[in-house]
């Protein structure tokens, strides 16, 4: 079976965040099924700058008034079909904003144009090219499957993945007019959304399934708290939305190679750790390694509940705790991380900006990883930090709550638990499971199991895979041969 992943980022192409973790490690997760998935990707510098050989398979000489050349090749171990449109990507910044942190005003274009050409490849723009699924991954893909419902074919079979329903790619109904839809397309069944146009709820009412990426995330959007206003129309859809777990790269991510850590270990070698602690407090200008070392590795937003980690630095440290975080997002939230660290000197440590190096050593060497999101699709720091030892200390909501078994008196004596849960958005209850954290890693037979247990816990994408590979089965009437059904 052939599938197209639309995305408007890739790993190792491109990253801001979890998506290009997944919609880079979804076409080797498949191949084990049978199914050959190339991806469709914007070429932007780093990705024009990471393509090696390739073939021009098409010129367009106006796609939305750009001329653009796509561009097959094989790049970094993927299948993909960049679209070569330098007016429309050629630009410094990140794949949606500018260097100084504003959208581009023409973002409306750039990912329409990523939407109208996955769905035209589906109509057969390139010959001898003819996926039969188009899969398109959150709002900057969300109009390829209104492409197809409004376009000259049902061959074609379109899943639209929510990784995060509070960027809808919401725009005003003046550009309808260059989207190259049908007038009829601008309704309550098509792009429409509040007079607007949302390119999310496009793919979200048009596309054949809808999936998310954990169960529980697929159960929380169809209610108000989660849904922002689009649970209505998920509801409607009960029965063709279905929520399936990201894994994780166990080969980028195995803490037994991993060429970014200061010492590989294994389970059985978790002690080893250690020599990895010793190395981020260094990088932090952390003062010791006795004591528990908590870190924080995510985009720097309300989602992630970064007000409450800030309402907590002062309690963390007061129980014994250091904290070492890196990220990059809202300034304000930059600012006030700094003022903690200063306020903390040798105990609290901040690296802002990206750096993919650093969040795997910080992985392979602090105690425990703190993720007190708001709401939280999936995540994937968790299901690092289960991989690497680095115990999981996460609110109870979406990926967070499938992935992590709280380390509570009944868990620890079943041996099930492999972190800490608590209640979220709620700084107490973050407080409350730093120093739960603190207490159990002070029994250090019982840390180094919850360590361990994590580390065998199956974070992979094995059984994930199956499950895409059956809802392509099932949405194209086709069999998949690799499995029973
Ligand atoms: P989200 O996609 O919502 O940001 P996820 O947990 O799904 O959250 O994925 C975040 C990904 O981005 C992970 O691979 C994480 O390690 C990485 N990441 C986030 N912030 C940084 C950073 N500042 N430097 C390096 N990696 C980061
Ligand atoms: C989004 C979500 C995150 C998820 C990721 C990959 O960015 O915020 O929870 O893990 O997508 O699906």
């Known amino acids: 079976m052939e ?40 070429g932007y510098p780093d990705v024009m700058a990471k393509l090696t050989g390739g073939r021009v398979v098409r010129e367009l000489d106006d796609l939305f008034g750009a001329s653009a050349r796509l561009i097959a090749a094989r790049a970094e171990g993927l299948d993909v079909i960049v679209i070569d449109a330098p007016e429309l990507y050629d ?20 990912f329409a144009a990523l939407g109208w050409v ?4 589906g109509h057969g723009l390139v010959e001898g090219y003819r996926p039969q699924i188009i899969h398109a991954h959150d709002w900057q893909a969300g109009l390829a ?18 990784h995060n329903i509070a960027f809808k790619g919401f725009f005003g109904s003046e550009i309808f007019s260059q989207l190259r839809l049908p007038p009829h397309a601008f309704g309550m069944a098509g ?22 990426v954990s169960p529980r995330y697929a159960e929380e959007i169809r209610t108000p708290e989660f849904g922002m206003g689009l649970e209505g129309l998920l509801e409607g859809r009960a029965d063709t939305l279905v929520g399936i777990l990201n894994g994780i790269d166990t080969i980028a991510w195995d803490p037994a190679r991993d060429p970014a850590l200061a010492q590989t270990y294994s389970a059985n070698t978790v002690h080893a750790r250690h020599i990895n602690k010793r190395a981020v407090a260094e990088r932090f200008g952390l003062d010791g390694v006795d004591g528990p070392l908590f870190c924080v590795v995510s985009r720097l937003t309300d989602q992630k509940g970064m007000d409450l980690l ?15 975080v890196l990220g990059s997002g809202d300034p304000v939230i930059e600012g006030n991380l700094r003022e903690a660290w200063a306020r903390h000197p040798g105990k609290v440590g901040v690296i802002t900006g990206y750096d993919e190096q650093l969040s795997h050593l910080m992985q392979g060497g ?29 609110s109870r909501i979406g990926g967070l709550a499938d992935t992590v078994i709280d380390a509570n008196p009944a868990a620890i004596a079943a041996e099930v638990a492999t972190g800490v849960v608590f209640d979220p958005g709620n700084a107490h209850a973050l407080y409350e499971a730093i120093r739960k954290t603190i207490h159990l890693y002070g029994d250090d037979r019982l840390w180094k199991k919850i360590q361990r247990r ?32």
């Not at 192409?13 to 050959?36: E, F, H, R, S, Y």
């Not at 499957?145 to 929510?162: E, N, S, W």
């Not at 990883?369 to 115990?391: K, M």
């Open 3 to 42: 599938v197209l992943s639309a995305a408007s980022e890739v790993y190792p192409l491109i990253k801001t965040g979890g998506l290009a973790d997944v919609a880079g490690a979804l076409p080797a997760a498949l191949a084990g099924q049978g199914i050959t998935m190339r991806t469709l990707v914007p």
């Open 91 to 110: 630009r410094p910044g990140n794949p949606y904003v500018s260097p100084d942190g504003w959208d581009w005003p023409d973002n409306w274009k750039r």
């Open 118 to 121: 996955a769905a035209e490849l």
């Open 145 to 162: 499957p209104a492409y197809i419902k409004f376009g000259p074919t049902d061959h074609v079979k379109t899943v639209m993945t929510i």
């Open 191 to 212: 792009v429409e959304y509040y007079g607007g146009i949302s390119y999310l709820k496009s793919g979200m009412e048009c596309a054949d399934y809808v999936t998310t």
């Open 310 to 324: 800030l309402q907590t630095v002062d309690g963390l440290v007061d129980l014994g705790g250091r904290l070492a």
């Open 366 to 394: 602090c105690d425990a990883i703190l993720i007190p999101s708001r709401f939280e699709p999936c995540g994937l720091t968790q299901l690092y930090g289960l991989r690497y030892g680095c115990v999981p200390v996460v």
């Open 454 to 485: 994590g580390m065998k816990s199956d974070v992979s994408w094995e059984a994930s895979a199956v499950r895409y590979a059956d809802l392509y089965a099932t949405i194209t009437g086709l069999e998949n041969d690799d499995t029973d059904n």
